[in-house]
């Protein structure tokens, strides 16, 4: 069955159909950690237990040289090196805090069949192997502690054909090493929409892997990586049922990608993307602190500034959505000094004009300016990964100071401006006299963090701002609009 010919849905979503939670849409940035066997090599990307077995790949050639034959030393080997002896949940879940992210957790599987929790369903799991600890228990327990909203994400639909090796030798095929690999399959499986689908064994442990979460760690949030559209339909269903009618909990919520779920039964998810334009329902975007193409530490790794971060935070609040931010721990449990130094520069600018991020509405626009971001990683470059073992980055924006970004709360208007203006006066046509706020009278203009009681002068073409004193921030200053009740 190729992609067209998979069937709609057919069960009644109805009932299963919910708005996302107050919570979800106040919080606006929250962090997740791709952190499994796969950050011992450090090669490239997380898709490294993929890449490995298949000849010819950059991965491939690496592991062969590095660790030997594929029949010799496969993922599984990975496992005992995989110690995390420096793991320490208190110090992750105090990186979230200090970055400023309101809700976050971890990659609960990856698509390596390595759970990170204490599974009773998958016997290759971080109590039995690696770490020999409940990761996602720890952490869980440890975000909580910091008041912030834990959030388990699953990407293990890609393990349907995931290990299929173009090396007839390779450990993946001997039925001895079925349970770390799964049964061996066609080797067109690993495509993203596969001729052959999962079949009900496959489909029933992705589910029950799911619900064993939920029923352990409460997760507030349950984020899908893409590639659910080739789970049947009834597992999916009894899934998010399950998930939103237990524990007698309302403010649970799922993220899905394309079209994986029914609309309205949860968020929808744009890895490494965002819309042009304010959206009418919420959505989310997940992205990457890492610089290259990886989701998890790497070797020679290099990471965004923190500038870009907050610039990106700001257009996607904007546009009536969240940002989903990933850094990659090494090995060991640690982060990279480098990636730390971002995030609490990330933390610091929160922490001074998050007034502007957190809790806040979109405007009837998103903001002013030449800088346009409009990306989605869609299912042509999904495919495209899925052969070269590789994705595309879909272009970075570069935002400028003549960017504004409009976020709301109450009878308060926030003006973003994206870097430090070097001109005094600032020009908002949306906030023209006549329409809109603009028939509103205006009780004072304000810089965060900055000067007080700004001038300023409206008239039928824009409102015209005075700045004045210092501006606070390098990467953007906020001015505050207060309007009569």
């Known amino acids: 069955m190729n992609h067209a010919e998979i069937k709609p849905m057919t069960m009644d ?37 993929r890449n490995m077995y298949n000849k010819g790949l950059s991965q491939n050639k690496y592991h062969v040289e590095k660790y030997g034959k594929l029949s010799e030393f496969g993922y599984k080997d990975f496992l005992p090196l995989f110690t995390g002896d420096r793991f320490d949940p208190e ?45 996602v228990g720890e952490l869980e327990k440890a975000i909580r502690a910091k008041g912030l909203r834990f959030i388990a994400t699953f990407h293990h639909q890609w393990l349907w054909g995931w290990f299929m090796s173009t090396d007839p030798n390779a450990d993946v095929y001997d039925p001895a090493n079925e349970k770390f690999y799964g049964k061996a ?34 997760p507030d949030l349950i984020y899908f990586d893409s590639r659910a559209n080739i789970i049947a339909e009834r597992y999916k269903y009894q899934l998010v049922d399950h998930y939103y009618r237990s524990g007698g909990r309302s403010e649970r919520i ?19 993307g965002r819309f042009s334009t304010v959206q009418s329902f919420p959505w989310q975007t997940d992205d990457r602190l890492e610089a290259k193409r990886t989701w998890c530490y790497i070797q020679g790794a290099l990471y965004k500034p923190a500038a870009k971060i907050i610039h990106q935070l700001c257009d996607v609040v904007s546009k ?10 090494k090995a060991d449990g640690t982060f990279a000094e480098e990636a730390v130094a971002e995030l609490k520069e990330v933390g610091s600018w929160l922490a001074a004009f998050g007034e502007a991020i957190y809790g806040t509405r979109p405007f009837v626009v998103h ?42 709360k109450g009878n308060v208007l926030y003006v973003i401006i994206m870097g430090k203006p070097e001109r005094e006066l600032i020009r908002v046509a949306s906030l023209r006299q006549g329409e809109g706020l603009g028939t509103k009278e205006i009780a004072s203009i304000d810089i965060i963090g900055g000067a007080q009681n700004l001038d300023w002068r409206q008239d039928p073409q824009q409102l015209e701002i005075v700045l004045k004193g210092r501006l606070p921030s390098e990467h953007a200053n906020v001015l505050k609009i207060t309007y009569r009740s």
Not at 34 to 40: I, R
Not at 109 to 125: C, M
Not at 190 to 199: K, S, V
């Open 185 to 218: 399959l066609p080797l067109e499986t690993n495509r993203y929409i596969p001729w052959r689908l999962p079949d009900d064994e496959f489909n029933q442990i992705w589910m029950q892997k799911v619900i064993e979460v939920i029923d352990a760690y409460d």
């Open 320 to 329: 009536n959505g969240n940002l989903l931010l990933n850094v990659g721990p």
């Open 13 to 49: 979503w109805g009932p299963l159909q919910r708005p996302a939670p107050d919570w979800f849409r106040d919080a606006k940035f929250g962090m997740f950690f791709h952190w499994g066997p796969y950050t011992v090599p450090a090669y490239e990307n997380e898709w490294y237990s």
């Open 367 to 408: 903001g002013e300016g030449a800088s346009v971001a409009d990306q989605n990683f869609d299912v042509a470059q999904i495919e495209e990964q899925t052969r070269k073992g590789v994705f595309s980055d879909q272009g970075e924006v570069d935002f400028t100071a003549s960017d504004l970004r409009f976020t709301t």
């Open 91 to 135: 110090s992750w879940a105090e990186l979230m805090r200090i970055a400023g992210a309101k809700y976050g957790g971890i990659v609960t599987e990856h698509a390596d069949n390595f759970s990170l929790w204490d599974s009773k369903i998958n016997p290759v799991n971080a109590v039995n192997y690696g770490p020999k600890r409940d990761v």
């Open 254 to 272: 799922i993220t899905y990608k394309q079209e994986d779920f029914p609309e309205g039964v949860g968020v929808p998810d744009i890895e490494c």
